[in-house]
Every structure is written in structure tokens, then in C-alpha cells.
């Protein structure tokens, strides 16, 4: 199974950006699809989750309205697009692939927000 996040980058506070999650090695309609995030000297956050399906999603409380996750079954990528950027959302940005007790991580990708 592989998981390789993309889209990452340096943006200016107020930009966007758009991550992508494509998925191999699983069905990946079966898999729920995490989006997570860990800032530089802190611990890994949810930010936003969506069902196998892509007919229902949660966010962060720091990120609802800003962000936006979706997935695309038939290509086996899941995406966050991030909207609105702030400098607090730097961080290594992380998918995972949830179906029961199974549960895969991607390598990450880097998001800086800064001027």
C-alpha cells in the first residue's frame, strides 16, 4: 500500500493551496480518508475527514470554512483544498487510509505559510 501526498509548498498568509493523496495497493473506495496535520514541535492533528463514499466530511474547528476535503474514487486520490491560508497552518500535512484496524499513512508534505 502507498499513499503519496503532493501539492505542498510556501505560500503567503491569505493563499491557497491544494494537496492531493493518491492511493495504491488498496481498494480505496472501502477506506475512510484522513487528512492530518503536525506543526513544527507539536503533536499530529485531525484536520479533516471524509466517508468511503465522499457523502459526508468533519473538519477542525481551526480550519471549517477555510478548508475543503474531497476524493475521487475513480482515481484513488483523496484532496484537501486549503483556502485562506494562515501562518498557524504550517505544518507537515499527512493523509491516511482508515477501514477498521487498517490504517496506512502517507510520507507527508510540507506547507509554509509565511511572508
Known amino acids: 500500500v502507498q499513499l503519496v501526498e503532493s501539492g505542498g509548498g510556501l505560500v503567503q498568509p491569505g493563499g491557497s493551496l491544494r494537496l492531493s493523496c493518491a492511493a495504491s495497493?488498496?481498494?480505496?473506495?472501502?477506506?475512510?480518508m484522513n487528512w492530518h496535520r503536525q506543526p513544527p514541535g507539536k503533536g499530529r492533528e485531525l484536520v479533516a475527514a471524509?466517508?468511503?463514499?465522499?457523502?459526508?466530511?468533519i473538519y477542525a474547528d481551526s480550519v471549517k470554512g477555510r478548508f475543503t476535503i474531497s476524493r475521487d474514487n475513480a482515481d484513488n486520490t483523496v484532496y484537501l483544498q486549503m483556502n485562506n491560508l494562515k501562518p498557524e497552518d504550517t505544518a507537515v500535512y499527512f493523509c491516511?487510509?482508515?477501514?477498521?484496524?487498517?490504517?496506512?499513512w502517507g510520507q507527508g508534505t510540507q506547507v509554509t505559510v509565511s511572508s
Open positions: 491516511q487510509a482508515v477501514n477498521g484496524q487498517d490504517n496506512y
Open positions: 471524509i466517508t468511503r463514499a465522499g457523502d459526508s466530511s
Open positions: 495497493g488498496l481498494t480505496f473506495s472501502r477506506y475512510a
